[in-house]
């Protein structure tokens, strides 16, 4: 099963921009539906945005324009790149891994390995 450890993550102001990442290892990287996720203190946890085998990505409403998923299947790594971060984007941000194709990877189903998280802090 694969295990995922992310960085990257930091505290910066309003407008900038910060690159997560998310190495994996133990399995077969390029098998599973890849994902990020975040959770502000007193809320849900909410899917940011996922990428499918094939190349397909979703992202929330919120992020639309602004993060960027992608990944590097030769280094097993995962990516978001957050430009013209606000702070309302201040959470702790997880990454995560799922067997699921399709609707379920793009819907934010079934994600059950998860990274330790990386906290970003946008202040205004």
């Known amino acids: 099963q694969v295990q995922l450890v992310e960085s990257g993550g930091g505290s910066v102001q309003s407008g900038g921009s910060l690159r997560l990442s998310c190495a994996s290892s133990?399995?077969?990287?390029?098998?599973?539906?890849m994902g990020w996720f975040r959770q502000a203190p007193g809320k849900e946890r909410e899917g940011v945005a996922a990428?499918?085998?094939?190349?397909?990505?979703r992202y929330a409403d919120s992020v639309k324009g602004r993060f960027t998923i992608s990944q590097d299947n030769a280094k097993n790594t995962l990516y978001l790149q957050m430009n013209s971060l606000k702070p309302e984007d201040t959470a702790m941000y997880y990454c995560?891994?799922?067997?699921?194709?399709?609707?379920?990877?793009?819907?934010?189903?079934?994600?059950?390995?998860w990274g330790q998280g990386t906290q970003v802090t946008v202040s205004s």
């Open positions: 995560a891994a799922s067997t699921s194709r399709g609707y379920f990877c793009l819907t934010f189903w079934a994600f059950a390995i």
């Open positions: 990428i499918d085998t094939d190349g397909s990505t």
């Open positions: 133990g399995g077969t990287y390029s098998t599973y539906c």
